[in-house]
């Protein structure tokens, strides 16, 4: 997504965020920065990589990694205090889940969680790094499943979040696709005995689009759409099993 308003640093109104450790000029756009950075550090994995090698080096437990787009890494940013030690905030902004599927090793696998939660699609239907068909999706998040069960971290499959619009992408169809994806993921998820987590009920109004007051541009939270999710999600997590160490 390349509108995410809210910093990630409190949470006030700021500029679509940066894409990650290319060396932009003040002027450039998000778009250019964006196209750049595709170029050099197409998943960018330089992105955690300090931080990555902090965590480990520490010998830090982790519990669970949350990986996904902007939408992810806002959370962190806007409610600090539900990324309690062990839940460690894995989003990138912009990114697809093609990106995520190369990020898997060093930014979940190699941190050796009990679990992620993953939330992603959305920039895939925005077309973010070229067109892409919802097959193609759906091979990236079950290949991105092949590798969680692979390493034994438990999966936690989220749904993507309602929108009416893409502000970044306009004319673009929102509504179908992702209630068609989120029919896969849901079905994917039983068929893999995974987790999956269902936040429409809780987020989407009567047309499908976000709640008022639950996003600032009708697709990234406030404060109270991550309360709302959060109210979805931590009955799950704590249904999880408790992981080997």
Avoid: C
């Avoid at 550090?41 to 437990?61: S, T």
């Avoid at 600090?80 to 599927?101: A, C, D, H, K, N």
Wanted: overall charge positive; glycine content about 10%.
């Amino acid at each position: 997504m390349s509108l995410h308003r809210r910093s990630i640093l409190g949470g006030a109104l700021a500029a679509p965020l940066a894409l990650a450790a290319t060396p932009a000029l003040a002027e450039d756009s998000w778009e250019e920065q964006r196209k750049r950075t595709l170029l050099t550090d197409f998943a960018q994995l330089a992105k955690y990589r300090d931080d990555n090698a902090r965590i480990l080096a520490a010998g830090e437990p982790v519990d669970i990694v949350f990986l996904g787009d902007s939408i992810t890494e806002g959370w962190r940013g806007s409610r600090p205090g539900f990324f309690s030690p062990g839940r460690v905030g894995r989003g990138i902004s912009g990114q697809t889940t093609s990106q995520m599927l190369l990020r898997m090793i060093a930014d979940v696998v190699e941190l050796r969680p009990r679990a992620m939660h993953f939330m992603a699609g959305t920039n895939d239907i925005a077309g973010n790094t070229g067109p892409m068909t919802e097959a193609m999706s759906r091979n990236n998040v079950a290949m991105i499943a092949d590798i969680a069960a692979a390493h034994r971290v438990r999966l936690v499959l989220a749904s993507i979040p309602p929108a009416a619009s893409f502000p970044w992408r306009p004319g673009v169809e929102t509504l179908a696709p992702i209630a068609s994806l989120n029919r896969w993921l849901r079905d994917f998820a039983r068929g893999r005995g995974l987790t999956f987590v269902d936040y429409h009920p809780a987020m989407a109004d009567r047309s499908g689009g976000m709640k008022a007051g639950y996003a600032d541009d009708g697709v990234h939270p406030t404060i109270a759409g991550y309360r709302a999710m959060e109210g979805v999600l931590e009955p799950v997590l704590a249904r999880l099993p408790k992981a080997r160490r």
